[in-house]
């Protein structure tokens, strides 16, 4: 009895896994940021957003991700500031190194599909983005 209960559990836990390389396929596109929750449990909701995150990670794992304004003839404003990104993969977690001429930090994802995506920086605040969908004016 207790070899099977053992059994089971370890099954539970394995299926719960979730490969963290199956995440770098979504990163890439327009996210949208829908959700701040900080380390002291407090949140923000993000209702309407100025500007979106372009995201672009190459095959060498290495990419940017840069602030756009999407314009409404479907094109974006974009701004000059870049984020240079390296991608890795580390104790079973996706990491993003970035980098600027400033600054240098890594964020965690926790989850990524074709439209969401979850990432933890250094200061435990969770942040959850949308997969951008242009408004449509007819």
Request: hydrophobic share 35%.
């Amino acid at each position: 009895m207790k070899r099977f209960t053992i059994s089971v559990l370890m099954l539970v836990f394995m299926s719960c896994y979730t490969d963290p390389e199956t995440y770098i396929e979504h990163i890439n596109g327009y996210w949208e940021i829908e959700k701040a929750t900080f380390f002291d449990g407090s949140s923000r909701d993000y209702n309407y957003n100025a500007t979106i995150d372009y995201i672009s990670i190459n095959d060498s794992l290495i990419g940017f991700r840069k602030k756009v304004k999407p314009n409404f003839s479907g094109t974006f404003e974009t701004s000059q500031d870049v984020e240079h990104i390296k991608v890795s993969i580390e104790n079973d977690s996706l990491h993003l190194y970035y980098s600027t001429p400033f600054s240098e930090w890594k964020e965690t994802v926790l989850n990524a599909s074709a439209d969401q995506l979850t990432i933890i920086n250094s200061a435990k605040a969770i942040y959850t983005y949308k997969r951008y969908q242009p408004l449509e004016l007819d």
